[in-house]
């Protein structure tokens, strides 16, 4: 079982850039496949950044073209970078874990992932 802390939230202009990290504590960390989620006020959680064990990635439709997904498995690090904010960007992010990997259809479904970081604050100005 992994444990899970993001850093690397704060403030930014709209267009600037923020990177998140996620480091992780525990076993076996490459064999998990690993998310980004965030949460705005009033809003459910959505997953938004997905990438398995082997390095493939997938993105909602919100941050495609703008935001990286990658993994440090040496470092035990996922990595956040989001170029060209967007106000609507503004939310709480989370990182995620799960192994086994989840479906193809259920990687951006909150519920089957078991392992949670505890969230990092990110607010987009215009």
């Known amino acids: 079982q992994l444990e899970l802390a993001e850093s690397g939230g704060g403030s930014a202009q709209a267009g600037g850039s923020l990177r998140l990290s996620c480091a992780a504590t525990?076993?076996?960390?490459?064999?998990?496949?690993l998310s980004w989620f965030r949460q705005a006020p009033g809003k459910e959680r959505k997953g938004i950044a997905y990438i398995d064990s082997e390095g493939n990635t997938k993105y909602d439709a919100s941050v495609a073209g703008r935001f990286t997904i990658s993994r440090d498995n040496a470092k035990n690090t996922l990595i956040l970078q989001m170029n060209t904010l967007k106000s609507e960007d503004t939310a709480m992010y989370y990182c995620a874990a799960r192994w086994p990997c989840p479906t193809e259809q259920s990687i951006f479904i909150q519920y089957v992932y078991h392992t949670w970081g505890q969230g990092t604050q990110v607010t987009v100005s215009s």
């Open positions: 525990g076993d076996r960390y490459a064999m998990y496949c």
